[in-house]
């Protein structure tokens, strides 16, 4: 499915004179390869996602899960945080949504926890990408699934609701006149809704996408195996915790890290160190702690980063340990 990416990129950098075989050619034919794939999955899966988003509101949620065991909500915020944008600072509208329809806290925390944490993007660029596979994907998506579902469960229970200091606005929202229009114009706008969504998402993310894509191809082609074993490797019992370190500071979206990612693992950089990088980025940020300033008090937003970086480290070790 994903071969004429290799084959693009093969003809490339033949067509510039480069072997893939030397350090230059195979970092340039890293680039290619991922940079024509990342475009093509993003448009796809962002429209096709769109689809499903445009029917979504925090009204309906909240009807639905009426009279539902609150571990089905869990869950269900789970999903609904991976198909929904996977910046960090996008996730918080919806937040505030859910919080104003009047969702269970454990639940938005559950969803706020997920959104950034596990992207479709992120699950498919890994499904696709050599050095990582099915396999990754899937305990990529296990263990933020597990991380999300468990902050929502202990949100409830520690009664955490109360450190929510957002006061939702009194006035009704205004009557939406969808149902005037015909399944036609209702079918045009949707898609024109799911390519402009698309479109705007790759004009937004295109320079962290190259930004991550050079660092990634200068770390496969040029970084030494010697140095990231000596930092990261397996032999250094500090290497989880120096992972969440170098990555909590930083801020990016999943489509500009992914490439780093891949490029570690091909270096043989363990998959629990990896991935705690990958989350510690994504899911922590400085703009998204700042926007929560006006939902969450203090307090919660410090308890809200111990528990993510507690959390990623406890997988980073264990996914060391079991794989």
């Known amino acids: ?69 609150r571990w089905y909500g869990y869950f269900l915020a789970v999903f609904l945080g991976i198909v929904t944008p996977f910046c960090s600072c996008s996730s918080i509208p919806l937040f505030i949504g859910f919080i104003t329809a009047g969702i269970p806290f454990g639940i938005t925390m559950a969803f706020l926890i997920s959104s950034p944490l596990v992207s479709e993007i992120a699950t498919f660029m890994l499904i ?3 050095g990582a596979g099915l396999g990754v994907a899937l305990v990529y998506v296990a263990s ?3 991380i999300a579902v468990i902050g929502g469960w202990l949100a409830d229970r520690l009664h955490l609701e109360k450190l929510c200091i957002y006061q939702p606005p009194t006035h009704a929202a205004p009557a939406c006149a969808c149902g005037h229009q015909t399944f036609t114009q209702r079918a045009q706008n949707l898609v024109h809704y799911a390519h402009s969504f698309a479109w705007d998402t790759i004009k937004s993310l295109w320079g962290y996408i ?23 490797g397996a032999d250094n019992p500090w290497a989880v915790p120096l992972a969440s370190g170098i990555g909590a500071p930083l801020y990016a979206n999943h489509a500009g890290v992914i490439p780093v990612i891949q490029a570690l693992l091909l270096k043989g950089v363990p998959l629990g160190t990896a991935l705690v990088i990958l989350m510690s980025i994504t899911a922590i940020s400085l ?37």
């Open 128 to 130: 696709s990408m050599q």
């Open 144 to 146: 933020g699934t597990v």
């Open 210 to 232: 190259i930004l991550g894509l050079l660092v990634g191809a200068a770390i496969h082609g040029f970084v030494p195996v010697e140095i990231l074993s000596k930092y990261l």
């Open 287 to 323: 703009p998204e702690m700042m926007m929560l300033k006006k939902v969450l008090s203090a307090k919660m937003i410090g308890l809200f980063l111990l528990y993510l970086i507690v959390s990623f480290i406890a997988v980073g070790y264990l996914l060391n340990a079991i794989l």
């Open 1 to 69: 499915m994903f071969q004429i990416f290799t084959w693009l990129a093969d003809w490339a950098t033949a067509k510039i004179g480069l072997c893939a075989q030397t350090p230059l050619g195979s970092a340039v034919h890293f680039f290619i390869e991922d940079v024509t794939k990342i475009f093509v999955l993003i448009y796809v899966l962002i429209f096709v996602i769109s689809l499903f988003r445009a029917q979504l509101s925090p009204e309906k949620v909240r009807d639905y899960l009426a009279g539902k065991n």
